[in-house]
Structures are given as structure tokens and as C-alpha cells.
């Protein structure tokens, strides 16, 4: 059995949550996804649906994973599980999203060396790893 336990974070470390699995311990970080200034203003408008192309969407993840990657120091990377908040962009998180941003790039826990990545939308279906990755 693994144990799980949750600390306080300091938002001024750049922590939003610490959990302790096991032995391991891990800080979350949010971060909003898309990093799409017509997505956001669209929705600021009222516009209740945007059209993307799968490519288009991969290019939001990684657009999301460059800007945290680049504004985290490496030496943080092993110890960080990043959480892409797609509550309004679930589309993110499906298969042929997922699929399409692995088949063009590696899992980001190996190109750059986060503990793991999730794609975390409104409700279960729609939240998942990107790639490999722990917890």
C-alpha cells in the first residue's frame, strides 16, 4: 500500500501543491492551457465553441509545455508534476489530441524531464497523462 499525503504550498515557489507518495515528493504546478490569446478572447466574447485542428491543439500543449519548461529551472523538472488546466478545453486531453502530440514530439517527462504531465479538464474523461510519467 502506498501512503499519500498533501503539504501547504507557497505560491511564491512556484508551488501550488505538494503531494508525498510514498516516499517521493512532488510539486504541482497549474498552468492554464491554451496559452491562445483567440481562444481567450473569443470566449471573453461570448463565443461558446472554437474550432481547432488536432495540429493546432498540439501546438497549444506546446506552446503550454516551452513557456514551463523555459521558466523553470531544470534542476526542478524530476520533482515536478505540471497539471494543464484545461477545464475549458477539454478537447485537450482526448486520445487524438494526445496521440497526435506524441506521435510529433516525445513525452514531455522525457524531453524535459518533468516527473509527469496531465491534461486535466472539467470531468475524469477528460483528464490524462501526456506520455509516461510518475505518480
Not at 12 to 21: F, Q, S, Y
Not at 25 to 54: E, H, M, N
Not at 77 to 96: K, M, N
Request: charged residues 20%; neutral net charge; contains cysteine.
Amino acid at each position: 500500500m502506498v501512503t499519500l499525503s498533501r503539504e501547504a504550498a507557497r505560491d511564491a515557489r512556484g508551488e501550488d501543491a505538494i503531494l508525498t507518495v510514498g516516499n517521493e515528493r512532488y510539486v504541482v504546478q497549474f498552468v492554464t492551457a491554451p496559452v491562445a490569446d483567440k481562444f481567450w478572447q473569443d470566449a471573453s466574447a461570448g463565443s461558446a465553441l472554437t474550432q481547432v485542428q488536432i495540429q493546432g491543439a498540439v501546438e497549444w500543449i506546446r506552446a503550454i509545455l516551452h513557456k514551463k519548461a523555459f521558466g523553470t529551472r531544470p534542476a526542478q523538472w524530476a520533482d515536478t508534476i505540471l497539471a494543464l488546466d484545461a477545464r475549458h478545453s477539454g478537447v485537450l486531453a482526448t486520445p487524438p489530441i494526445l496521440e497526435g502530440y506524441l506521435s510529433r514530439f516525445s513525452s514531455p517527462a522525457v524531453e524535459f524531464g518533468f516527473s509527469s504531465v496531465h491534461v486535466v479538464g472539467p470531468t475524469a474523461p477528460y483528464c490524462a497523462r501526456l506520455g509516461e510519467g510518475k505518480p
